[in-house]
C-alpha cells in the first residue's frame, strides 16, 4: 500500500493505493457494494498512521471512533486486480465527532472517479461514553487540514502526538 500525505496535497488530503483482490468481487465481475467502505476505512486508517495517529495508538489512549452514518454514491464500476486510489480528507466544518470524506479513483487517475462518500464518526471513551475528540486528535488535525479546535475535549494531550508506527 503506498500512501502520500501533507501541506502539498490539495486540500490536505491523503491518498492510500490498494489493489481489488478476487474476493472483493461478486459473481458477475465487480466489486461487490459493501467493499467500498473497506476502502474507505483503509483510506482513513492510512491517513490517521500518516499524521502519527495510528487507530491502534488511538484506542490506546482509551477513544474509539464508531461511525455514525455512512454514505457511498456509486460512480462506476471496478473490477479484479484493477489499481484503486483512496482519497481522504478531514470535514472541519462539523461541530461533533468527526466526518472524513472520500473519492475513490481507478488505475491512480484523478479522471477516472468512481466513487465518492463519507463517514461521520463520534468518539467515545472506554466506558462507551460518547465524548468530545480529545485535545491530541484536534491538535493533529488541526495541522494537517485546518481547524477543529472549537470542538476540543478537555482531555490533557498525555504523551505527545509524535510520529508513530
Not at 137 to 147: N, P
Request: aromatic letters at 14%; one cysteine or more.
Amino acid at each position: 500500500m503506498k500512501t502520500d500525505c501533507g501541506p502539498n496535497q490539495p486540500s490536505y488530503s491523503h491518498r492510500a493505493e490498494c489493489r481489488v483482490i478476487y474476493g472483493d468481487t461478486d459473481s458477475m465481475g465487480i466489486a461487490y457494494h459493501a467493499n467500498y467502505f473497506r476502502w474507505f476505512e483503509t483510506g482513513r486508517a492510512e491517513l490517521f498512521r500518516s499524521i502519527g495517529a495510528p487507530y491502534a495508538w488511538i484506542e490506546e489512549k482509551g477513544y474509539f471512533l464508531p461511525i455514525t452514518e455512512a454514505f457511498c454514491k456509486y460512480i462506476a464500476p471496478i473490477k479484479y486486480d484493477d489499481l484503486l486510489w483512496v482519497e481522504t480528507v478531514v470535514d472541519t466544518s462539523i461541530r461533533a465527532g468527526i466526518k472524513f470524506n472520500y473519492r475513490i479513483f481507478k488505475n491512480g487517475r484523478d479522471e477516472s472517479r468512481i466513487a465518492e462518500g463519507y463517514t461521520r464518526h463520534a468518539f467515545l471513551d472506554r466506558t462507551g461514553k460518547v465524548v468530545r475528540p480529545p485535545k491530541f486528535i484536534t491538535e493533529l488535525v488541526d495541522r494537517y487540514f485546518g481547524r477543529l479546535s472549537e470542538m476540543d475535549g478537555k482531555e490533557e494531550n498525555k504523551g505527545g502526538a509524535g510520529k508513530r508506527g
